[in-house]
């Protein structure tokens, strides 16, 4: 440990936890989707809602949050909400092969499944960011959020190409045995991930030894200070944009392409491949260069939004180009414009998470979790809403998608437009690699609203 906290393999061994956690989600967020509108020929309303549900769970992330800030306890917290999400994820497989038999069935298993997800993500992913925080020196933070990050794009990427590879050819039976095998290894990771970490490693964060008050009371707290919930606002925002295109682009590489089912799950490796090279990317630049212009939030922010709603558009075209359009060049083109305005959110975060009545770190980073697994939901439920309905009316797939991916587009714009009127806060900030960016806030940086 340096500086009585978390030294860079303590960080690293966290970040395992996140990767095992991508690899879960990628598996049900992406594969089952794609399953059951294009195997099953599902509307894309179902899986739509059944992610949505799950992302609507992880509105009690702040109470989860709030009850490992009174145990001041945080590995229970991961190791079980792994273990829960691994078996629902499982749960999900078996779903979408009985909905192969019986629909109904089928579905009302998989309500139960994703409920559990989102339980699991809950406690899991809210409780590691919490503990990252907790441990890691101040001036570290920002660059162990990035860290953690990219591990878990990491495991989203790895998990889609190699789950690809495994699923062909397809079958339920295999869908089961790769998901249990995923879900299995992830729980082993984060047991080994998280042993003794919380007791070899001091708190760097400030202590409050003071009572605590009831949840709700915690919660306006914290809703109450400005920045708190400026980024709050920020987040939603862009991740609602962010969030549209989850649950129709391997539907739409199936119907339009007419990719595989290993085929549309490796093109999500892609994008998520994308988002890994751009923060890389973006790290690269501001530690080689830095300066007030590379090392601003309020570039790759700004810029990040715009470049996606332009990789998007590439997207469009490829699809209206037909089966020899650049299909995996426009998304790898929008998963590196996504890594951008990411990194920005994420180093934010993470060093605003111990600001505020010491001890609240868990209440303030559910907060926000609750804001992105809203916006998620939101998000991902009305893109499949609204390829529905577009396919319905038009019915060319690749016009009903071109409408829904401009949709998206022009929300990157708005979270474009609002990061550049936003006036700045009290704190500097920066991004963590690369020099001081000197006059760069918060709020200037960011967009928030």
Avoid at 18 to 45: D, K, W, Y
Avoid at 153 to 163: P, Y
Avoid at 169 to 182: K, N, W
Wanted: hydrophobic letters at 55%; charged letters at 10%.
């Amino acid at each position: 440990m340096a500086g009585g906290g978390l030294s860079w393999i303590g960080i690293v061994r966290l970040g395992l936890v996140q990767t095992a956690l991508g690899a879960i989600i990628v598996l049900t967020t992406s594969t089952i989707n794609r399953l059951m509108v294009v195997e099953l020929a599902l509307p894309a309303i179902v899986p739509g809602a059944l992610v949505a549900l799950h992302y609507a769970m992880q509105i009690l992330r702040p109470r989860m949050g709030y009850g490992s800030d009174v145990r001041q306890r945080r590995v229970p917290w991961i190791i079980g909400g792994m273990a829960v999400l691994a078996s629902g994820g499982v749960l999900a497989a078996v779903a979408t092969a009985l909905m192969s038999v019986s629909f109904v069935a089928g579905f009302m298993l998989a309500v139960v499944a994703f409920i559990i997800i989102g339980l699991g993500v809950s406690a899991a992913g809210t409780t590691l960011l919490v503990l990252l925080a907790k441990l890691t020196a101040e001036s570290r933070r920002a660059a162990a959020a990035t860290i953690v990050w990219l591990m878990m794009i990491a495991g989203f990427a790895v998990t889609a190409i190699v789950c690809g590879k495994l699923l062909d050819p397809f079958s339920f039976p295999r869908l089961i045995a790769v998901t249990g095998g995923v879900g299995f290894l992830a729980v082993v990771v984060t047991i080994l991930a998280t042993w003794r970490i919380e007791d070899g490693a001091a708190p760097v964060a400030r202590v409050d030894t003071a009572p605590r008050p009831p949840f709700k009371e915690a919660l306006a707290e914290v809703w109450a200070d400005q920045r708190a919930r400026l980024l709050t606002i920020f987040i939603f925002l862009s991740m609602l944009a962010y969030s549209t295109q989850d649950l129709i682009l391997e539907p739409f590489a199936g119907l339009v392409f007419g990719y595989t089912p290993g085929q549309s799950t490796a093109l999500s490796g892609v994008h998520h491949g994308g988002v890994f090279a751009g923060m890389i990317g973006v790290a690269v630049l501001a530690s080689a260069i830095g300066g007030r212009w590379l090392g601003s939030l309020k570039l790759w922010t700004v810029g990040g939004c715009i470049a996606s709603a332009l990789a998007l558009l590439c997207v469009i075209l490829a699809g209206l180009a037909g089966p020899a359009g650049p299909l995996k060049a426009s998304v790898f083109a929008l998963g590196v414009a996504n890594g951008c305005f990411a990194i920005a959110a994420i180093g934010t975060m993470m060093s605003m998470a111990g600001e505020g009545r010491p001890g609240w770190e868990g209440t303030r980073m559910g907060l926000w979790g609750a804001a992105q697994g809203i916006a998620f939901g939101v998000g991902g439920f009305g893109g499949t809403v609204m390829i529905d309905v577009a396919r319905a009316t038009i019915g060319a797939p690749e016009i009903a998608y071109a409408i829904v991916f401009g949709v998206q587009a022009v929300m990157f714009l708005v979270a474009a437009g609002v990061a550049m009127r936003i006036t700045g806060t009290s704190a500097q900030q920066r991004l963590p690699f690369g020099r001081a960016a000197p006059g760069v806030r918060l709020g200037e940086g960011l967009g928030n609203a």
